[in-house]
């Protein structure tokens, strides 16, 4: 069972997705927040599996709360799933940098929401097309975001460090295991291996860490729709 804390200012919104969620089998909303402050309350008490978070909310704005949530290391098996109104707003790129799993725009349809949170609770990264072109335009256009740490990627092996160039331009396991010629439980290896290396929590922050050290670097039209 996944279990579910809707954090949303609206609530009717959040009285939709009860429903919706609630509908099926294998979820679960276990609680309600209608301010980042109390989403992250919530969190730290009710230790859900995923966080359906508002990028928008009083009191404490998702960015906020998704950092609190994320750095708090007796949540460190609860994910962030930001709801955004706009999917190429400045807070996709914090929010990721923040430790949000993943990014699914208001308007998505109820199968791929229920679908999104499975990814997610399962430890993938969830990013919408539209969420990684703002992503890498972001990376495209800010030099200084680009430009950490060259040292960071000293403890990956070279299969390690090819797979990440991978996860970074958007392949999933099953697609590198295809171009690499390997099993797709061998790439999982090595992707979990390199997140244990880097301290990241999930796929996410591991595209992040690929644009950051260059290891992956956009093209001059990425960042195009």
């Excluded at 294998?26 to 009710?46: F, I, K």
Aim: aromatic share 4%; net charge negative; proline share 4%.
């Amino acid at each position: 069972m996944v279990r579910v804390l809707l954090a949303d200012d609206q609530s009717l919104i959040r009285a939709g997705f009860r429903v919706l969620l609630d509908s099926e089998p294998d979820l679960e909303v276990v609680g309600e927040a209608a301010t980042g402050t109390a989403a992250v309350a919530l969190a730290r008490t009710l230790r859900p599996d995923v966080v359906l978070m508002d990028i928008r909310m009083p009191e404490l704005d998702g960015l906020g709360a998704t950092r609190q949530i994320c750095a708090d290391p007796d949540l460190a098996h609860t994910r962030v799933l930001v709801l955004t109104t706009f999917e190429i707003d400045e807070y996709v790129f914090e929010a990721l940098r923040a430790g949000a799993s993943g990014f699914l725009g208001k308007g998505v349809e109820p199968a791929d929401l229920i679908a999104g949170i499975r990814v997610v609770a399962a430890g993938e990264a969830l990013l919408s097309p539209a969420a990684t072109r703002g992503l890498i335009a972001r990376f495209r256009d800010d030099p200084v975001a680009g430009a950490s740490g060259s040292d960071t990627l000293a403890a990956l092996t070279d299969r390690e460090r090819g797979i990440l160039s991978l996860v970074g331009q958007g392949l999933s396991n099953e697609d590198i295991a295809r171009a690499l010629h390997l099993s797709p439980l061998t790439v999982k290896t090595h992707v979990n291996r390199a997140m244990t290396k880097l301290g990241v929590r999930d796929r996410a922050q591991l595209v992040v860490i690929a644009y950051r050290t260059g290891l992956v670097r956009p093209g001059p039209g990425s960042g195009d729709a």
